[in-house]
């Protein structure tokens, strides 16, 4: 248990809806991180956030979008969905801005159809 | 632009011999690298990291070997067990760490 949840584990949508994937850091853990892994892929960073505010930017689509709240909570909210978005999304957290172990929780799967 | 790159994607070994993973980057910028395990249904888990100041770094059964003119790092895992048989990622990043780069994975299956 790597002390990241990561909610929901399995969300099943349909094309042009819009939802939103909730993590929660582990406790103490100030930088949170979003990847995506789609089929065969590898993981494509999306975003981080470190104590609220925004780090860094991947491979974010502006349709796609994320916040990170004072409780450290973090949601990344995906809008008008289409078939390709289908994919596992896993948050990650450190402790700190600069790091390179991150902390992966088990991940939501979306599935747009 | 696949800065990380693992061209095997799936290797079979058997139990008690030598698993060798192997990892090729493009951006020189990269001065750490990591190696994460997943198992199905779970999230990746960190295994081992190596700087870029080093060649080498063990742990237990795992050793990672960075050849940095080669923009090439390699997991040995000695002796391989079942247990290990899971998708083994390679990751890097610069100075910052501001984002990972991952590769595609490579998954191990190591048999009785």
């Known amino acids: 248990d790597s002390g990241v949840t990561q909610t929901p584990k399995h969300l099943i949508t349909a094309t042009g809806q819009r939802v939103t994937l909730r993590c929660s850091p582990r406790?103490?853990?100030?930088?949170v991180y979003w990847y995506q892994q789609s089929l065969d892929q590898g993981l494509q960073f999306l975003i981080q956030?470190?104590?609220?505010?925004?780090?860094a930017k991947g491979n974010i689509l502006e349709r796609f979008s994320a916040q990170q709240f004072p409780d450290l909570h973090s949601e990344l909210n995906l809008s008008s969905l289409e078939l390709g978005d289908s994919a596992l999304y896993f948050c990650?957290?450190?402790?700190?801005?600069?790091?390179?172990?991150?902390?992966f929780g088990e991940g939501s799967r979306l599935t747009v159809l | 632009d696949q800065q990380v790159k693992q061209n095997s994607p799936s290797l079979s070994v058997q139990e008690g011999r030598i698993s060798i993973l192997n990892c090729d980057y493009t951006?020189?910028?990269?001065?750490?690298f990591l190696w994460y395990k997943k198992y199905p249904a779970e999230g990746p888990t960190f295994l081992i990291s190596i700087s870029s100041i080093k060649d080498k770094n063990e742990d237990g059964r795992f050793t990672v070997f960075l050849n940095k003119s080669a923009k090439h790092l390699s997991l040995h895992i000695v002796p391989s067990q079942p247990g290990d048989s899971a998708v083994y990622f390679c990751?890097?990043?610069?100075?910052?760490?501001?984002?990972?780069?991952f590769g595609t994975g490579t998954r191990l299956l190591v048999s009785p």
């Open positions: 956030y470190y104590n609220g505010e925004e780090r």
């Open positions: 990650a957290s450190s402790l700190g801005r600069d790091t390179g172990e991150l902390f």
């Open positions: 406790s103490g853990d100030l930088s």
């Open positions: 990751a890097a990043g610069d100075t910052g760490f501001q984002k990972l780069v």
């Open positions: 951006n020189s910028m990269f001065d750490y």
